[in-house]
């Protein structure tokens, strides 16, 4: 047994519920989650073994499987795989598992510039990184029917989110929803992003790689999804409860909800692009929550991303006004603890630094001549999975 459960929050026995400080050494070896690995004595432990042990043989059982069917760890922005988990100083319970090989998408299908090689080419070294462009008519209304097609889309990987399913298997839905539009999964081979969207779950901020690992009751599970059709993209995200979730999880997701209506409330022609962080962090302060700063919001359109940049916090010092045409997104990512961030070793998966949960929406706008169009906006058909709006509500955010 391992001096240690108690060096950060405390946990109770996995046996009899009492306060625990010692830990399981074959569980931090294999850096399964604190809680199931605790215990207050060795007596406990010695009492529980018969069953615990299984934990353990269970674990290697998946690991041997998945590698004899090509999952593997994800390392270096997924260029590298390995069937080791990698060393690191985790921040919060949440560990990588293994991630399925890469899917395929059809050749009929339309595909961005990395597609094949991983590689952007037109989005570097494009003008529009510098200068937010205005749409025109034809360019907005493929916008719009590109956005819809990712409302719905994300709403069809929503619809299979429960206890125990795994986060790959969201990622199939998405795929495969996405590819049945006549669309590409913009996310899939981005920079070499493995998958084909983001599914961040509890202290993961954004960027999480879909995996084998099954989501528990109690969890909360972010999913981003892109979508690349008649040469646009449209992007938007939301977070969604597992099961029976806690209520300072309840008021977290709702909280970040509410800090993106409130910033897409104040969004029309003239408006500076700087008082959108302005909105989100006073909302956000209000509850005691903080907002990640190292990640913005981003003009979209025939790039992925482009100018303008969009902090979400406050007394930044973003450039520019709202004009009508632009096209971006809001995606406020919002923090139980602090705001810092950490990347994991796959290069993609931002964590809060001190392991506590983050929740995140995000929306594709359009500024019109008068206000906003929320070109991903929620439909009729869309899952009601947020207890605070009433089913006549879901319209235009």
């Given at each position: 047994?391992?001096?240690?459960?108690?060096?950060?929050?405390?946990?109770?026995?996995?046996?009899?519920?009492?306060?625990?400080?010692?830990?399981?050494?074959?569980?931090?070896?294999?850096?399964?989650?604190?809680?199931?690995?605790?215990?207050?004595?060795?007596?406990?432990?010695?009492?529980?073994?018969?069953?615990?042990?299984?934990?353990?043989?269970?674990?290697?059982?998946?690991?041997?499987?998945?590698?004899?069917?090509?999952?593997?760890?994800?390392?270096?922005?997924?260029?590298?795989?390995?069937?080791?988990?990698?060393?690191?100083?985790?921040?919060?319970?949440?560990?990588?598992?293994?991630?399925?090989?890469?899917?395929?998408?059809?050749?009929?299908?339309?595909?961005?510039?990395?597609?094949?090689?991983?590689?952007?080419?037109?989005?570097?070294?494009?003008?529009?990184?510098?200068?937010?462009?205005?749409?025109?008519?034809?360019?907005?209304?493929?916008?719009?029917?590109?956005?819809?097609?990712?409302?719905?889309?994300?709403?069809?990987?929503?619809?299979?989110?429960?206890?125990?399913?795994?986060?790959?298997?969201?990622?199939?839905?998405?795929?495969?929803?996405?590819?049945?539009?006549?669309?590409?999964?913009?996310?899939?081979?981005?920079?070499?992003?493995?998958?084909?969207?983001?599914?961040?779950?509890?202290?993961?901020?954004?960027?999480?790689?879909?995996?084998?690992?099954?989501?528990?009751?109690?969890?909360?599970?972010?999913?981003?999804?892109?979508?690349?059709?008649?040469?646009?993209?449209?992007?938007?995200?939301?977070?969604?409860?597992?099961?029976?979730?806690?209520?300072?999880?309840?008021?977290?997701?709702?909280?970040?909800?509410?800090?993106?209506?409130?910033?897409?409330?104040?969004?029309?022609?003239?408006?500076?692009?700087?008082?959108?962080g302005e909105i989100i962090s006073r909302h956000a302060s209000m509850s005691g929550l903080s907002v990640v700063k190292?990640?913005?919001?981003?003009?979209?359109?025939?790039?992925?991303?482009?100018?303008?940049?969009?902090?979400h916090y406050s007394r930044n010092k973003a450039v520019g006004i709202m004009k009508a045409g632009q096209t971006f997104?809001?995606?406020?990512?919002?923090?139980?603890?602090?705001?810092?961030?950490?990347?994991?070793?796959?290069?993609?998966?931002?964590?809060?630094?001190?392991?506590?949960?983050?929740?995140?929406?995000?929306?594709?706008?359009?500024?019109?001549?008068?206000?906003?169009?929320?070109?991903?906006?929620?439909?009729?058909?869309?899952?009601?999975?947020?207890?605070?709006?009433?089913?006549?509500?879901?319209?235009?955010?």
């Amino acid at each position: 047994m391992e001096k240690g459960a108690s060096e950060s929050s405390p946990l109770d026995c996995a046996r009899c519920g009492k306060p625990a400080s010692l830990q399981c050494p074959k569980c931090a070896q294999l850096k399964l989650p604190r809680e199931a690995a605790a215990f207050c004595s060795q007596d406990c432990f010695k009492a529980a073994w018969a069953s615990h042990k299984s934990v353990h043989t269970k674990l290697d059982a998946l690991t041997s499987q998945l590698s004899q069917e090509g999952w593997k760890y994800c390392l270096k922005k997924g260029r590298t795989r390995t069937l080791e988990l990698p060393r690191f100083d985790w921040t919060g319970p949440l560990r990588p598992f293994p991630i399925s090989k890469m899917r395929l998408v059809p050749d009929e299908i339309e595909k961005p510039d990395w597609a094949l090689d991983g590689i952007p080419k037109i989005e570097p070294d494009s003008d529009l990184q510098k200068r937010v462009e205005i749409k025109t008519p034809e360019q907005i209304e493929r916008m719009r029917e590109t956005c819809r097609i990712a409302r719905e889309v994300l709403d069809a990987g929503a619809r299979i989110i429960r206890p125990g399913i795994t986060t790959d298997e969201i990622d199939r839905v998405i795929h495969e929803e996405t590819i049945a539009r006549g669309g590409y999964p913009s996310p899939l081979n981005y920079h070499f992003f493995p998958k084909s969207c983001c599914t961040s779950v509890n202290e993961v901020i954004c960027h999480g790689i879909p995996d084998a690992r099954k989501l528990e009751d109690g969890d909360i599970v972010n999913v981003d999804v892109t979508v690349y059709y008649k040469g646009v993209h449209g992007d938007l995200n939301d977070t969604y409860f597992v099961g029976n979730v806690d209520e300072a999880s309840k008021q977290l997701v709702r909280c970040t909800y509410e800090c993106l209506e409130k910033a897409i409330a104040i969004v029309k022609p003239g408006v500076r692009f700087r008082e959108v962080g302005e909105i989100i962090s006073r909302h956000a302060s209000m509850s005691g929550l903080s907002v990640v700063k190292s990640y913005c919001g981003h003009g979209i359109g025939e790039l992925f991303h482009c100018a303008p940049n969009i902090p979400h916090y406050s007394r930044n010092k973003a450039v520019g006004i709202m004009k009508a045409g632009q096209t971006f997104t809001i995606e406020p990512m919002i923090n139980t603890g602090i705001w810092h961030d950490r990347l994991w070793p796959d290069e993609w998966t931002a964590v809060t630094a001190d392991g506590k949960r983050s929740a995140q929406f995000e929306h594709t706008l359009l500024v019109t001549e008068t206000g906003v169009e929320v070109l991903t906006a929620r439909l009729p058909s869309s899952p009601d999975v947020y207890p605070w709006l009433k089913p006549s509500s879901a319209t235009s955010k």
